[in-house]
């Protein structure tokens, strides 16, 4: 097999299918009917790069050292045991390895549904308060049904994101989605294909794709629940001003960014039609302008959560609800997009 591929459209593939490389797999690449493909136990991930026939398996490193020349083009020349990759005045023989000792995944043969890219949207926002960790078991974002819409949800126990979407999820059983999953997600352009056949996922758009495995017996709120709690309006805010009173009390409280201690704990109060944020002992005290703001109880909360929320959205007004100091917050649009954000409160001592 001999072929020409553009070195930046192959670097692009590469990128996308080394996502699914573990540290215990060997790092193989490998070049299957115009496609890049990578395998470990983490799933299979492929990206198109050209329209050639045929199949090879090389080490990443050797692509990448090609790629590093900076050439326009690589040319790629296998032989029976070895593949010689050029670029420029730069020539590489890399061994070929066997594909057939590599992870193996077949392919998921259900009906797939096609979706519009606010699949990869939902799913992402869905993984915003969704942070895995050894003692973890919310590594996963939940797909579920609500009156037959997609519902993207994701949570790390006490914090929780969730968007409704206007997407058809009619008759589908839920999917626990390994938030391993999230950068090859992100990476994805254009609509894309859906399916499992209850053990993987297979998700597929024009040019790329990827194939892993599915959790079972993962738990998750039912949006119904979700929308039951949110709570009523405090106030509409405009969302860069309050990221930057944010922003600022973390500068001062917890310069060293290391994790939610609780020197980033905040009190949030409604005063005078504004949104106030009140530090220990009057270390700190901001104040976001709110239009319809209600008065009530003040509410302390970690000021991280509340950052990644605010970050999560693009408008340029938020609702931001909350009633008492044991309730959650509640975050979402202004002009609701059915994404909603909530906050567990910090407890007071």
């Known amino acids: 097999m001999k072929t020409t591929l553009n070195s930046r459209l192959l670097e692009r593939g590469i990128g996308f299918v080394s996502r699914i490389i573990t540290?215990?797999?060997i790092g193989a690449i490998q070049l299957v009917d115009g496609a890049v493909v990578a395998t470990s136990a983490k799933g299979k991930a492929w990206f198109k790069v050209g329209d050639?026939?045929?199949?090879?398996?090389?080490?990443?490193?050797p692509l990448e050292s090609a790629l590093a020349a900076g050439g326009e083009e690589i040319i790629l020349d296998v032989g029976e045991s070895s593949a010689l990759?050029?670029?420029?005045?730069?020539?590489?023989?890399a061994p070929t390895l066997d594909a057939a000792e590599l992870v193996q995944w077949g392919q998921v043969n259900r009906l797939p549904i096609a979706l519009p890219h606010l699949f990869v949207d939902a799913v992402g926002f869905g993984s915003l308060m969704s942070h895995p960790d050894e003692n973890s078991d919310f590594d996963h974002i939940h797909i579920q049904s609500h009156q037959d819409k997609l519902?993207?949800?994701?949570t790390d126990r006490s914090n929780f994101s969730v968007q409704l979407t206007e997407l058809p999820w009619i008759g589908r059983e839920d999917l626990?989605?390994?938030?391993s999953a999230l950068p090859l997600l992100k990476a994805m352009e254009g609509d894309v294909v859906v399916d499992s056949d209850g053990d993987k996922l297979q998700v597929s758009s024009a040019d790329c794709g990827f194939t892993?495995?599915?959790?079972?017996?993962r738990r998750s709120m039912p949006?119904?629940?979700?929308?039951?709690?949110?709570?009523p309006l405090a106030g509409i805010a405009n969302r860069e001003e309050l990221l930057g009173l944010l922003r600022a009390y973390m500068g001062i409280h917890a310069p060293s960014?290391?994790?939610?201690?609780?020197?980033?704990?905040?009190e949030l109060k409604v005063n005078g039609g504004a949104l106030h944020l009140l530090g220990e002992g009057e270390s700190f005290d901001g104040a976001a302008t709110l239009k319809d703001s209600v008065e009530g109880e003040s509410i302390k909360a970690n000021a991280i959560p509340l950052i990644a929320a605010l970050n999560a959205f693009d408008c340029e007004e938020v609702a931001v609800g909350f009633s008492d100091a044991k309730s959650p917050i509640s975050i979402e649009a202004a002009v609701p997009d059915g994404r909603l954000a909530m906050m567990a409160p910090m407890r007071r001592q």
Do not use: E, N, W
């Open 85 to 93: 990759i050029k670029s420029g005045s730069l020539k590489i023989k």
């Open 212 to 217: 892993i495995p599915l959790f079972h017996d």
């Open 223 to 231: 949006y119904a629940k979700v929308i039951a709690i949110k709570q």
């Open 23 to 25: 540290r215990q797999s």
């Open 257 to 266: 960014g290391k994790g939610m201690s609780l020197s980033c704990d905040v």
């Open 52 to 61: 050639f026939l045929g199949s090879t398996c090389i080490k990443q490193a």
């Open 151 to 154: 519902v993207a949800f994701g």
């Open 176 to 179: 626990f989605i390994p938030t």
